[in-house]
Nanobody, 125 residues
Framework: QVQVKESGGALVQPGGSLRLSCTVS????????VGWFRQGPGMEREFVAA???????AYGDSAKGRFTISKDNAKNTFSLQMNNLKPEDTATHYC???????????????????WGQGTQVTVSS
């Protein structure tokens, strides 16, 4: 059974940086992708960034130029480095994984079958 677990959420000041980690366990094939989504209070869950196991990645508009997604194959860990954080980045951040997601569909929530519990990021002075 595939499981996903996030970590790294914290309280950070505006302009600061944070690195979130996502560990995927129990997978049975290499044809999968991992995505980061976030949901602020009263907001819909929105796409942040995603990366495919083989190749290809995508970023949401809010992440471009500030966030970087990466993977460590040996540790099955996927990281989201967030720089220049703003108060509007405050949200619960979720990691999710799905099989066989094509590059053009990486930002679609319904492509991801297994979700983590989320980790809270709060940006405030």
């Amino acid at each position: 059974q595939v499981q996903v677990k996030e970590s790294g959420g914290a309280l950070v000041q505006p302009g600061g940086s944070l690195r979130l980690s996502c560990t995927v366990s129990g997978r049975t094939s290499n044809n999968y992708a991992v995505g980061w989504f976030r949901q602020g209070p009263g907001m819909e869950r929105e796409f942040v960034a995603a990366i495919r196991w083989s190749s290809g990645l995508a970023y949401g508009d809010s992440a471009k130029g500030r966030f970087t997604i990466s993977k460590d194959n040996a540790k099955n860990t996927f990281s989201l480095q967030m720089n220049n954080l703003k108060p509007e980045d405050t949200a619960t951040h979720y990691c999710a994984t799905g099989q066989g997601i094509i590059l053009s569909s990486l930002r679609l929530r319904d492509q991801y079958r297994v979700w983590g519990q989320g980790t809270q990021v709060t940006v405030s002075s």
